[in-house]
């Protein structure tokens, strides 16, 4: 590529040499190759305009995106607080209603109940007596309802000291005991060999057991298997406990409501919907953490990570 004086626009020459009978020719062709870099600049500049277009898509997508991030967690935010909020008005709401039944019910209740043991004293057999004792369960059953209203709406004061975990578990054991007989229903227990004594109100310890453990049951079909096992972990100083069944399980729309109060899935009449609730908050009042995983016809497993005693770790 040579200038040939066309201004100071480059251009192409070729030459090509001929043979013809008068002699050897060189044939020679210039053309200019502004047109050629006219189309490599705006080539370029296409390329230039296309990555510039890409990247400011990339970066309004990557704002976008940040912002409804930003937006979601905001809206979560205040999901849980409004979540809170009807907890917290559903706890008054059960703490003056429980207390106005406790004092309306209850002195009635206890009347009842003492009167009808006193009558079953003088008559032990016959359809009477089958009648009295009807009585008697289902007051007690409404006495329950309330003692656990009672508890749930008044947040106990936790005294933590060393528990070991093994009697509270056979405790528990024996309170339902009845219960798994009547269901022909087996208890699996299997602890961790030198687990470490848990930071616990024993009493309050054997309410979640218990109330876990009644669940399980609840759900399960007659002639099941319940099995609860418990595992430490030395790295977060806690032991965790696992109640596990193979019954009806939870549909899952109801797994976000599962830990509130008065929800259940039993039939009505059995159950107050309380002891996921009551349980939850006692775990959480020791420093404890639960959770629930469920699948519709297969089974739950609820998971206790409960603290261990300090001494046990100094």
Excluded at 223 to 232: D, E, F, K, N, P
Aim: charged share 25%.
């Amino acid at each position: 590529m040579k200038p040939l004086g066309l201004g100071r626009a480059p251009a192409l020459l070729i030459a090509e040499h001929l043979a013809r009978p008068t002699g050897l020719w060189i044939v020679s062709w210039a053309a200019s190759s502004e047109a050629l870099l006219a189309r490599e600049r705006s080539l370029l500049l296409r390329i230039v305009i296309t990555a510039l277009a890409a990247a400011f898509a990339v970066a309004g997508v990557g704002v976008v995106t940040l912002r409804q991030q930003r937006d979601a967690m905001a809206l979560e935010g205040q999901l849980r607080y409004a979540e809170a909020l009807v907890r917290a008005e559903k706890l008054v709401t059960v703490g003056v209603l429980s207390a106005g039944i406790a004092h309306e019910i209850g002195s009635p209740l206890a009347v009842i109940r003492g009167r009808a043991e006193q009558v079953l004293r003088h008559m032990e057999w016959g359809p009477r007596a089958e009648d009295l004792r009807v009585i008697i369960k289902h007051t007690d059953s409404i006495t329950r309802t309330i003692r656990e209203l009672l508890d749930f709406s008044r947040r106990a004061p936790v005294t933590q000291r060393a528990v070991a975990l093994g009697p509270v578990v056979e405790r528990a054991r024996g309170l339902l005991q009845w219960k798994l007989d009547a269901r022909d229903t087996s208890l699996e227990i299997n602890l961790e060999n030198d687990l470490p004594r848990l930071a616990a109100d024993a009493e309050q310890l054997e309410q979640v057991l218990v109330n876990l453990l009644l669940n399980a049951c609840d759900a399960s079909e007659p002639a099941g298997v319940i099995r609860l096992y418990a595992t430490s972990d030395v790295a977060t100083k806690r032991v965790t406990i696992r109640v596990e069944d193979v019954g009806c399980g939870i549909a899952t729309e109801h797994m976000n409501a599962v830990f509130d109060p008065f929800f259940t899935t039993k039939k009505r009449g059995e159950g107050t919907g309380l002891g996921l609730s009551s349980a939850a908050s006692v775990v959480r009042n020791h420093g404890g953490e639960i959770d629930l995983v469920s699948t519709h016809g297969k089974g739950t497993t609820v998971s206790v990570r409960w603290p261990a005693h300090e001494e046990e770790h100094a």
